[in-house]
């Protein structure tokens, strides 16, 4: 007999850990006050105050959008030609870049990343992702039937280069093709922040692989508003258009992340590739999954994003304020880095952005911790590798003294001689162990 479900939507039964460790903390707040409890599990950024972050220089400039545009479908399926002007202008022309590129709104970057996989590969097909990453990218590859090879993101504290090289060089030769995800910068869920001379090699490595089939890389720059360089951060994406004629970059953007206004669901891919009959194809294909999947993006949403893009006045507001976020989120990480460092507990290299990692390379441990920790009312994210840290949630008074409170239950479970210590590194990276 067959099933409601079809054939490929099984195995579909989602483990939320966000959710569920999200949802522990606003128990534990209910259940022993607010001062109590240590959540980070929240990967939106919320004040000292422990109130929900929300921009004045965007929410003034979003009451002053006329009705009608917040009640509209967007006039394009690629979004309004204003908003797609506006992405270039907040990607490239803020860097002094003047780009060549096709935008395409999506509903968040999360849109740009589960498109950019429909539409590169075939069911069956495999995707690459770093092993420590955002846990819906495994959402996304189920969702579109891809498997998953995993490139190790780290050798030491910097990015492992030659995991990236020898996973891409595998897939190519099994299937002549290849969609890499790279997270950068503020890497969720370790903070991790990508050199130039790391860029320059990954990208003469995926110039030089593209001989051999096309290359798609999948740049998702979620976290790109909260970076310490700013804008000069952006100066990057003038390399993506000397890349070869077999390469097209995704930039998967998130406006709506930019905006802390997560709800929103803005966003867009951004195609760079001086192959301009393959960037069509791909765009035409694109349009087809956002008529068939989404329909059109939130207009008023877009055209408050677009005014804010667009305006210099807005835009000079919004920087202000924002950057004033950005250094916020410095001050709490250097608690917690500098206080990690005093006790011993090891850290994945961070550095910038919403999320800091505990690295525990021992699953049970790991396990075992994430567990303990919230009889303590602290509330992580277990993901693989480690236990995310959203310091984008945890006022500073919080912080202070955390990475010894950690330590110390650490220390307790791996002197308690019952644990059945694995070996380290034997974790397979599996849905239980993801970060959304
Ligand atoms: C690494 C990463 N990529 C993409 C996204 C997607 O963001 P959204 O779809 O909310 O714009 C997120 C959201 O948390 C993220 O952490």
């Not at 989602?14 to 707040?29: C, K, L, N």
């Not at 770093?130 to 998953?148: C, H, L, R, S």
């Not at 077999?246 to 709506?256: D, G, M, W």
């Amino acid at each position: 007999m067959k099933d409601f479900i079809s054939e490929y939507a099984h195995g579909k039964e989602i483990v939320d850990t966000v959710f569920e460790a999200a949802s522990g903390a606003i128990s534990a707040i209910k259940k022993h006050g607010d001062d109590a409890v240590v959540n980070g599990a929240f990967g939106t950024y919320f004040k000292e105050d422990k109130t929900f972050l929300t921009f004045d220089s965007v929410y003034r400039v979003f009451d002053k959008v006329p009705d009608f545009q917040k009640g509209k479908y967007a006039s394009s399926i690629a979004g309004p030609p204003e908003f797609q002007e506006a992405v270039k202008e907040w990607l490239f022309k803020s860097a002094g870049l003047d780009i060549d590129a096709d935008v395409i709104a999506t509903p968040g970057g999360t849109g740009a990343l589960s498109s950019t996989t429909k539409n590169t590969l075939a069911p069956g097909e495999t995707v690459i992702h770093p092993d420590i990453g955002w846990g819906p990218y495994k959402t996304i590859a189920k969702e579109n039937n891809t498997p998953v090879e995993y490139y190790q993101l780290f050798d030491g504290d910097a990015f492992n280069l030659e995991s990236f090289k020898a996973t891409c060089t595998k897939v190519m030769k099994d299937q002549g093709k290849v969609l890499a995800f790279i997270n950068d910068p503020c890497q969720n869920p370790t903070g991790y922040t990508m050199s130039q001379e790391e860029w320059d090699d990954v990208l003469s490595f995926i110039n030089e692989l593209s001989e051999q089939g096309p290359f798609i890389l999948l740049h998702d720059i979620a976290y790109i508003d909260f970076n310490q360089k700013g804008d000069d951060y952006k100066k990057l994406f003038e390399k993506f258009t000397t890349m070869n004629e077999n390469v097209l970059t995704v930039i998967a953007f998130s406006a709506s992340k930019t905006l802390t206004a997560y709800g929103w669901r803005v966003g867009a891919q951004v195609l760079i590739s001086s192959n301009e009959e393959g960037r069509r194809k791909f765009k035409h294909a694109c349009g087809n999954s956002a008529r068939g999947g989404w329909s059109t993006v939130n207009n008023g949403g877009m055209v408050c994003f677009s005014e804010i893009a667009l305006n210099e006045n807005n835009k000079a507001a919004y920087m202000k304020e924002k950057n004033a976020y950005v250094t916020l989120l410095k001050e709490r990480a250097e608690i917690m880095i500098e206080e990690a460092k005093d006790v011993g507990l090891p850290l994945y290299p961070y550095h910038e952005g919403f999320f800091i990692t505990i690295r525990i390379d021992d699953q049970v441990v790991k396990n075992e911790l994430h567990l303990k920790l919230k009889n303590h009312n602290i509330f992580f994210v277990n993901v693989y590798g480690g236990l995310r840290v959203a310091i984008c949630s945890i006022p500073k008074t919080k912080l202070k003294g955390l990475a010894k409170r950690v330590k110390n239950v650490l220390d307790e479970i791996v002197e308690d001689e019952e644990t059945p210590l694995k070996e380290s590194g034997d974790e397979t990276n599996d849905e239980a162990n993801t970060t959304p």
